[in-house]
């Protein structure tokens, strides 16, 4: 009889195909199979009344990047990957980002030494191309994408990063030839640049005025731009962070025009709206990001996006600063005008948790396609077909959920280095228990039980189709009072 390395015993077992109750069984790292009362085993987790899915992909998010102002990421690889290990998530693929001027293979050796003996769960990096002006740029590509870096993010705006128009039809026209997935961050700049060149004019340099110098109408039109060069091309794009209800008519439009455009939506849109930039004093430097949070109706055509399958994936988008720091969000001290606060939000531990409770115990979405949100979609769409699953053969990346745990979000419980979270003092039902990666224990109630650098680089295979997860798989964990 075969003895198993580990068998999960008795779990509700979501994928992103079904919800199901059995036992799962582990044999160097993969999951060797699927079934009722397997054994024995050299160890045997009882997750009974638990639930239990793939080990989240957290497919954009922002570790040890460079940046071109002074400004610095609150995480490196170490504390990005613990904290999105003690979130649920097994898996990340942050953004080796090419600094103007830099070759390709340069930029993917900084991230591999940043990586290196530092990561405690497998990780893959997609490009960030923000300049092609040499021709050895494109030529380098082919080959980055056969080894595995088969995704690359393209800019509309930021000055330091932005591509033309043009650049993007080449990029999305190599993507194409070669079989890649091109990100697009959708914005329109010139837009940006009037409206903020405005309101510094008039002395309007609160965080508030960052969300209001980048209204959804610029993402609405940068959005359409970014899917009529796809169209133009005739290949597929993904519409990364998404915020607002228009640029989401935006891809229903273009889908409907037959075009394959995938989309992604971050928690900060579902959890966050433009009154906490609007906060006390500098606090809202804390939710600046881009695109901005929007208003409650937006909000909840986001939620309606996530439900109805429009959304593919969502992502963390962590991009942690600290506030309290000279190189974070008050770099010229309280009164950091919006347009020297450097963007984005922390947030790798908090995006399964929050929308585990808020999505599935709330009845919003169902457990698979929550499966499908936080991992399935994203190992499809970029290319790990180990990843985000629970199928025999898949690496045995398992997260098990105390589905009634009770946690109020402080920074003080996260493991990531920024010095605070947007959802300081939520609460939410549902934490993670105990995370796997490839069959061994990263955290157990709380406890790392990983070492820096057991995490493995992932070299990516080219896109699949991703799934939906289906709506009616009964799970809504018990009902609450
Ligand atoms: O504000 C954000 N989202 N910062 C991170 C960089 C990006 O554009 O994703
Ligand atoms: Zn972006
Ligand atoms: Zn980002």
Redesign the pocket.
């Given at each position: 009889m075969t003895r198993y390395d580990l068998v999960i015993r008795g779990g509700t077992v979501a994928t992103a195909a079904d919800v199901t109750t059995c036992d799962i069984a582990v044999c160097d790292g993969r999951i060797v199979a699927l079934g009722e009362d397997l054994g024995p085993a050299e160890e045997v987790i009882d997750a009974r009344g638990m639930v239990v899915t793939p080990g989240g992909v957290d497919a954009h998010c922002?570790l040890d990047q460079p940046t071109s102002d002074g400004s610095r990421f609150a995480d490196d690889f170490a504390s990005g990957t613990i904290s999105a290990a003690f979130g649920g998530t097994t898996t990340v693929i942050p953004f080796a980002l090419q600094m103007r001027g830099q070759n390709l293979r340069d930029v993917v050796a900084d991230y591999h030494a940043k990586a290196a003996g530092k990561a405690v769960i497998d990780y893959g990096f997609h490009l960030i191309l923000s300049d092609l002006t040499r021709p050895e740029i494109m030529q380098e590509l082919p080959a980055l994408i056969a080894e595995g870096y088969t995704s690359f993010k393209v800019y509309m705006t930021y000055d330091d990063l932005k591509l033309s128009d043009r650049d993007i039809l080449d990029v999305l026209d190599l993507a194409r030839r070669e079989g890649a997935m091109t990100m697009i961050?959708a914005e329109n700049t010139d837009c940006i640049a009037w409206l903020t060149e405005r309101m510094l004019r008039e002395g309007k340099t609160a965080p508030l005025y960052h969300a209001l110098s980048r209204p959804a109408a610029v993402e609405r039109e940068a959005t359409h731009r970014a899917c009529t060069l796809a169209e133009i091309v005739g290949t597929t794009a993904l519409i990364?962070?998404v915020s607002a209800g228009e640029a989401i008519e935006q891809i229903r439009a273009a889908r409907a025009r037959g075009l394959r455009i995938l989309a992604e939506t971050c928690p900060q849109y579902l959890f966050l709206t433009i009154d906490d930039l609007g906060g006390p004093g500098a606090q809202g430097m804390k939710c600046i990001?881009?695109p901005p949070p929007r208003d409650k109706a937006n909000q909840e055509l986001v939620w309606r996006a996530l439900a109805d399958n429009t959304f593919d994936i969502l992502s963390s988008?962590h991009?942690p600063f600290s506030f309290d720091d000279a190189a974070g969000k008050q770099r010229r001290g309280p009164d950091t005008p919006f347009t020297h606060v450097p963007?984005?939000v922390p947030g790798i531990e908090t995006r399964m948790p929050l929308l585990f409770s808020e999505g599935v115990l709330k009845g919003r979405i169902g457990l698979s396609r929550f499966v499908a949100l936080t991992s399935a979609n994203a190992a499809r769409i970029y290319g790990l077909p180990r990843k985000g699953s629970l199928a025999v053969g898949a690496d045995a990346d398992i997260v098990i959920w105390d589905p009634e745990r009770e946690v109020m979000i402080t920074n003080g419980r996260l493991h990531h280095r920024a010095d605070y979270t947007p959802y300081e003092g939520r609460m939410v039902t549902g934490w993670p228990a105990v995370v796997l990666s490839r069959g061994t224990v990263v955290c157990r109630d709380g406890a790392l039980l990983a070492r820096p650098g057991q995490g493995r680089f992932q070299a990516r295979s080219r896109p699949l189709t991703p799934a939906t997860g289906g709506a009616a798989d009964g799970y809504r964990g018990r009902p609450r009072g």
């Open positions: 922002h961050h990364v962070h990001c881009s988008d991009a963007n984005g």
